[in-house]
């Protein structure tokens, strides 16, 4: 398979069309990926990896690593067309990839008692890989999970504020 380096360079944003700068760096790199293996790749790649089959979790691993906005917004649509069960992996997913995108959903997910407890993990996990910053938005989401009918949501917003002010305790 010959690959158009150019082409997808252009389409991740590592090349200005215009200039002529080439940039490069891990988050042009996943979406340079995310090119190559295509829509297709990555819509099998969440089905399967939702379906709980042989070789799912290679499949949850792969989106992991791949940190895929488009297997983010994928699942995000799963999320909304399921109930039950199937919505809740999604979010799983979704907390799996800790992809940025996410962070604008977490809300939504602290509302759905079905998923908010796969939701709090969703802003852990982009605290925790460093793929958002703390700031007044996170902060909110917070306070409203500490303030949560479920314990265990309550529980992972309180080992989150632990951890983060152990963090701020090193600057």
């Not at 691993?61 to 699942?75: D, H, P």
């Not at 925790?128 to 265990?152: G, P, Q």
Request: one cysteine or more; proline letters at 1%.
């Amino acid at each position: 398979m010959k690959t158009d380096w150019l082409k997808i360079a252009i389409k991740a944003g590592s090349i200005d069309p215009k200039t002529n700068i080439e940039i490069g760096g891990k988050d042009v790199a996943q979406k340079a990926l995310e090119e190559a293996l295509g829509n297709d790749w990555i819509r099998e790649t969440v089905k399967h990896a939702l379906a709980f089959k042989k070789g799912s979790e290679l499949a949850m691993n792969c989106l992991r690593l791949l940190c895929s906005e488009k297997a983010t917004i994928y699942a995000y649509q799963i999320y909304q067309s399921e109930q039950g069960q199937k919505a809740i992996d999604a979010v799983w997913l979704i907390q799996h990839i800790s992809n940025s995108v996410s962070l604008k959903w977490i809300e939504e997910f602290l509302n759905d008692e079905n998923v908010s407890v796969c939701g709090i993990g969703v802003l852990d996990q982009l605290l925790y890989n460093e793929k958002i910053s703390y700031d007044e938005f996170v902060e909110n989401l917070l306070h409203k999970a500490e303030c949560h009918a479920i314990e265990n949501v309550r529980e992972q917003a309180e080992f989150m504020r632990r951890y983060l002010k152990k963090g701020s305790d090193f600057l």
